[in-house]
């Protein structure tokens, strides 16, 4: 079992666009958007994982995680979950030695900008990047699975 550690926060400003080291288009949908198990489908450019995740208790929570073949992924999302409903592309900036993921959102949540840090350790210290604005970690309106419930893109 996988533990997930991440500290989630709102993007004040566009500054992370020139400090990008790599940029992904991710699709994803959930089968269970339960907050005790999440099941999660996700394509990114082409490559698929299917993630079972565990309820928060903070910043940590359990997850499982295995790559899947594309076409298994686009048949799940449209025979299990009526299609995809998060679309956005993602935002690798390094920052002081950590890795942080500014996911910038496309169609009914267009203008959303997140970035999220995964940490070895809850109590690992970290040096915030100029763009970070509000921490919003443990916060369900910011949940990628509350994003995508109801609605489809």
């Known amino acids: 079992m996988g533990k997930e550690i991440e500290r989630k926060f709102l993007v004040k400003d566009n500054s992370f666009i020139q400090m990008t080291t790599e940029l992904l288009h991710i699709c994803q949908t959930y089968i269970s958007d339960k907050p005790e198990a999440t099941v999660r489908i996700r394509v990114c450019d082409d490559h698929a994982w299917i993630t079972v995740k565990g309820k928060n208790d903070g910043a940590v929570r359990d997850e499982w995680e295995y790559a899947i073949p594309v076409n298994d992924a686009m048949e799940m999302a449209e025979r299990l979950a009526g299609g995809w409903n998060i679309d956005k592309t993602r935002y690798v900036v390094i ?6 993921e500014v996911d910038v959102f496309h169609g009914r949540h267009d203008g959303l900008v997140l970035a999220e840090i995964e940490l070895s350790s809850a109590s690992d210290s970290f040096v915030l990047p100029p763009f970070i604005g509000d921490e ?17 893109l």
């Open 136 to 152: 919003v970690t443990g916060d369900p309106r910011y949940y990628n699975s509350v994003l995508a419930a109801h609605k489809q």
């Open 95 to 100: 920052y002081e030695g950590a890795r942080w």
